[in-house]
């Protein structure tokens, strides 16, 4: 099969094809055929020597897809071969063929194509994770969205808003990202670059916010303490800004706050699949409503991987990038599948 291999640490020059054997289907796992990847943060990171693959995963970049099962490990009642998926994988994205747990698979949703189930897996799974599971957002509390126009961003505005009516504040750097955010449900919408702290403590009768989700770090982490209320969680998801970061930790005892991060990639499928679980019972009808949305911002056939890269080096895109890999098929819309 063709695949995308990263040579070495650096830009997307590094990003060259190779040819792979095909993955072995190991005990309850599927092989899919993919037909198109998202292109994510974390492919980046790996590209650039931050964010190696976890040990026993492929070494190919690349988290989520949406493809055909073409095979089956013994034993596993679903998916089955010929259904349509899409999945978070622990890497192998970027290639003709990903083999992956069954129990992270789940059917497209009703009325969605290749290309748009590509774009859901790894942004719904790392917003549920953090927001649900580790900030455990409840109903009417209110969550800062670090990045409101980032795949993650634009889940977790609509996934806090429409299931936890939660007052949802969000930052972006430009005013056609922050528009975006106030109609994904945001209340609020600030320019990053400016003090976010004070408006958004006026805006909460000095009473602050009950979770921030934030990939920045750095310098933010001390802001954003001082931002949360009594009780609040700081979940972090990446650390752009800096591994290291000046705190007053007194703050977290007076206010009994939680400073937590989390990658869910080294996760066991165990964890995963009751995410893919909640998210086809709770997410999977809201897109197939279009109550939510994802928006695919651009797609690149595989063979621009590089290009596809050079996008999200320059901040640029708003929503996700997608690789299709089979374009016959990418904008099939398959027939309904219950898991």
């Given at each position: 099969m063709q695949a995308v291999r990263i040579t070495q640490p650096g830009?997307?020059?590094?990003?060259?094809?190779?040819?792979?054997?095909?993955?072995?289907?190991?005990?309850?796992?599927?092989?899919?055929?993919?037909?198109?990847?998202?292109?994510?943060?974390?492919?980046?990171?790996?590209?650039?020597?931050?964010?190696?693959?976890p040990p026993g995963a492929s070494e190919i970049p690349g988290l989520d897809i949406a493809g055909v099962v073409v095979a089956v490990a013994e034993g596993v009642t679903w998916p089955r071969v010929g259904d349509a998926v899409c999945a978070l994988v622990t890497g192998g994205g970027y290639a003709q063929y990903c083999n992956v747990p069954a129990v992270q698979c789940m059917p497209l949703p009703r009325g969605y194509d290749f290309v748009k189930a590509a774009a859901l897996p790894e942004v719904l799974f790392t917003s549920w994770n953090n927001i649900i599971?580790?900030?455990?957002?409840?109903?009417?509390?209110?969550?800062?969205?670090?990045?409101?126009?980032?795949?993650?961003?634009?889940?977790?505005?609509?996934?806090a808003r429409l299931l936890r009516r939660a007052r949802?504040?969000?930052?972006?750097?430009?005013?056609?990202?922050?528009?975006?955010?106030?109609?994904?449900?945001?209340?609020?919408?600030?320019?990053?670059?400016?003090?976010?702290?004070?408006?958004?403590?006026?805006?909460?009768?000095?009473?602050?916010?009950?979770?921030?989700?934030?990939?920045?770090?750095?310098?933010?982490?001390?802001?954003?303490?001082?931002?949360?209320?009594?009780?609040?969680?700081?979940?972090?998801?990446?650390?752009?800004?800096?591994?290291?970061?000046?705190?007053?930790?007194?703050?977290?005892?007076?206010?009994?706050?939680?400073?937590?991060?989390?990658?869910?990639?080294?996760?066991?499928?165990e964890y995963k699949a009751r995410i893919a679980e909640a998210l086809v019972q709770q997410v999977w009808p809201l897109l197939e409503s279009g109550r939510m949305r994802l928006d695919v911002f651009a797609t690149f056939s595989l063979a621009e991987v590089a290009q596809s890269h050079a996008l999200l080096d320059a901040n640029e895109q708003i929503g996700k990038v997608v690789l299709i890999v089979d374009p016959q098929l990418a904008h099939l819309v398959p027939p309904s599948q219950a898991a």
């Open positions: 830009g997307p020059e590094v990003l060259v094809f190779a040819h792979e054997p095909l993955p072995e289907v190991r005990a309850g796992e599927v092989l899919v055929r993919v037909v198109a990847a998202g292109v994510n943060r974390p492919d980046i990171q790996q590209r650039r020597g931050l964010y190696p693959a599971l580790l900030g455990r957002l409840a109903e009417g509390e209110s969550i800062l969205v670090q990045g409101g126009t980032s795949g993650v961003g634009m889940a977790t505005i609509q996934i949802v504040f969000a930052t972006a750097g430009s005013e056609q990202k922050r528009q975006i955010c106030r109609d994904l449900g945001a209340d609020i919408a600030l320019d990053y670059r400016d003090d976010w702290v004070k408006p958004l403590l006026e805006a909460t009768g000095n009473n602050g916010v009950d979770v921030i989700l934030d990939a920045q770090a750095g310098p933010y982490t001390d802001r954003e303490l001082q931002l949360l209320a009594f009780d609040g969680r700081l979940v972090l998801i990446a650390s752009h800004l800096g591994e290291r970061a000046d705190i007053n930790v007194r703050q977290i005892v007076r206010r009994r706050l939680t400073l937590t991060g989390s990658t869910i990639r080294p996760r066991p499928p």
